[in-house]
């Protein structure tokens, strides 16, 4: 654990300091007696373990609490300057960074870092080399306290070993990580790092109960359920996207038929415009797919942006089989909180009324009646925001 941490814990009352600042996780401020309730204690006790704590520079005094009559208690949180966690998201041939400080504000963003991540340990390394050189124009590494990271397919954050980035039996791509950064490391899954981003963020309210579905090139989905991450007897918790919902006779990646992804994906929807180009269906796209008899999802995306009939009508396609999904989760579930994000999310407008529409259609009423369907606040920072706050929480809780 990291030094200033593991000397804390290590001194007097180390079970109550780490509920205190799990309490606080959620930038959460709170009075003496507020904290001696919570825990249980006395007002001497929380005093004595309060001022352990801000000696230590991990509690500061956050002010005087509002007070009707009497004297106003001074309110104890999470000290901003104790240190900063990196999040990096990768993806395909890019990575996203966020840093956030020890309250869980986000104090730095950058997308669209040029970085591919092959399977090879020196390119993990490199990317390691490629986020420092990136932090270190903003941030002094010496106040890092731990990095998280977001891959895509499954990922075993306790062995540390990822499956789409398997470099060897004896060598988890964890270890490599935390090599090239000399820093604790913790790997996770891309939707259920976007997940606990959500969470930590605040839209779902004190929600306990959250789904989020990473609507992506693929369909992922991440949980938090009772107020913890889920991820599984093995960690591979959350693939959604190959629920055997459809009967449309199409080919998985994974190579099975029928997957939820096949109709209600990234893939899906440039599969379905493909389809309606072919056929000579009127589109802005059209020209691009008469030469290169291709398009990428942007140019889909953009499309609809401008408002081309085509593209609309797919992602409504899409809206819909999506919200069947949604409806058959929330009569499992019966969740606080839905939460749509990843690329496609950027046409909610066109997306969001079929999916609502099936969720009204298909999910029992008295168990929808108290779930909530948005779309993602972090955008595209979800990703990068919650592996950083990931590494926080799993740190302060390993």
Known sequence: MEPFLNSLLKSRYPA?????L?????????????????????????????????????????????SATGRRPSLYGLNPDAGYFIGVEVGQDALALAVTDFTGRLVQFQDGIDYTLKNTEESVLGLCACVREQAR????????????????????????????????EEKPIRDLLEAGFGLPVFIENDSRGMAFGEYMSGIAGDARTVLFLNVGWGLGMGMVLDGKLFN??????????????????????????GCLETGASGLALHRLIGERLAKG???ILSAAYAVHRDITLNDILEAVAKEDVTAIECVEQVGDTLGRAVAGLINVFNPDVVVIGGRLSVTEQYLMPPLLSAVSRLSLNLVSNDTVIKVSRL?????????S??????????
């Open 389 to 398: 706050l990931l590494s926080k929480h799993r740190l302060i809780n390993r």
């Open 22 to 66: 799990a309490l606080c996780e959620k930038g959460d401020t709170f009075s003496l007696a507020d904290l001696a309730r919570e825990l249980g204690t006395s007002i001497p006790k929380i005093t004595r373990i309060v001022s352990d704590m801000e000696q230590a520079g991990i509690l500061s005094d956050w002010g005087k609490q509002e």
């Open 137 to 168: 124009a903003f941030l002094d590494p010496a106040r890092v306290r731990a990095v998280g990271v977001n891959l895509t397919g499954r990922v075993n954050h306790q062995t540390g070993y990822s499956y789409s980035y398997y470099i060897s």
């Open 379 to 387: 955008g595209n920072k979800a990703g990068a925001v919650g592996a």
């Open 232 to 257: 599984g007897k093995s960690g591979f918790s959350g693939e959604i996207g190959h629920f055997p919902l459809l009967d449309n006779h199409q080919i998985c990646r994974c190579g099975k038929v």
């Open 281 to 283: 269906h009127p589109s």
């Open 16 to 20: 109550e300091k780490k509920s205190i």
